[in-house]
């Protein structure tokens, strides 16, 4: 069947270099934020969370960055490995929502 | 370990064909998702179940049916299939409905219709 990555908006770069995948939320309200890397046949995997309490929170090789002025949420990724490629999806969570609203996603792609 | 698991992991329908689609977790969450994926359109929530005993609709619910069926599982159906429901669907599960809990994603039944 037809790749869930086609007609996503595509990052490539070389192994070793920083990536910075970008997301813009939707909703103004929303406190909760999350990041999914999903590989190719496989489900979505948490990556990272933020509060919106917090402008950055670090983990094992990624940051994310939140700026609610903007509504505009960031993953970098540290010196980026062919193991890193997959398809990144922000999520998000208004309060007084059951659920987790998903954006489309953005494909990583790492060249060796 | 096994987390969400899934069945079947891929299935071809013909036309008007009924299926269940099943979903458990061994977690002990308390919610459930059903969402879709279509290339380009992102995850797109079609059913959940914020506890046992409750289903409510997402955002594309037309031509699906859920079943609570006990804490840890939580199935799909597709009454009369259509080729517009071939897709990916995943199941996913989390502590509790609303903020502060992210899910835990089983690994996707791929669907198609014919």
């Known amino acids: 069947g037809e790749s869930v990555g086609l007609h996503l908006p595509t990052l490539s770069v070389q192994e070793g270099d920083n990536s910075i995948i970008n997301c813009a939320y939707s909703n103004s309200a929303s406190d909760y934020f999350i990041w999914y890397k999903q590989e190719s046949g496989k489900g979505p995997q948490f990556i990272i969370d933020?509060?919106?309490?917090?402008d950055k929170r670090q983990g094992q090789r990624v940051t994310v960055l939140l700026n609610k002025t903007v509504k505009h949420l960031s993953l970098q990724i540290a010196a980026t490995q062919p193991g890193d490629s997959a398809v990144y999806f922000c999520a998000e969570s208004p309060p007084g929502y059951s659920t987790l609203t998903f954006g489309k996603g953005t494909m990583l792609l790492v060249s060796p | 370990n096994a987390g969400v698991t899934q069945t079947p992991k891929f299935q071809v329908l013909k036309t008007g064909q009924s299926m269940t689609l099943q979903c458990a977790q061994d977690m002990n969450h308390n919610s459930m998702y059903w969402y879709r994926q279509d290339p380009g359109m992102g995850l797109r929530l079609i059913y959940y179940s914020a506890s046992e005993g409750t289903t409510d609709k997402g955002e594309v619910p037309n031509g699906y049916n859920v079943s609570r069926l006990n804490k840890r599982e939580f199935s799909l159906r597709l009454e009369s299939a259509a080729p517009s429901q071939t897709s990916v669907y995943f199941c996913?599960?989390?502590?509790?409905?609303?903020?502060?809990?992210?899910?835990?994603f089983g690994s996707g039944t791929r669907l198609t219709v014919v």
């Open positions: 933020i509060r919106s309490n917090m």
């Open positions: 996913a599960s989390s502590e509790a409905a609303g903020q502060g809990y992210g899910y835990t």
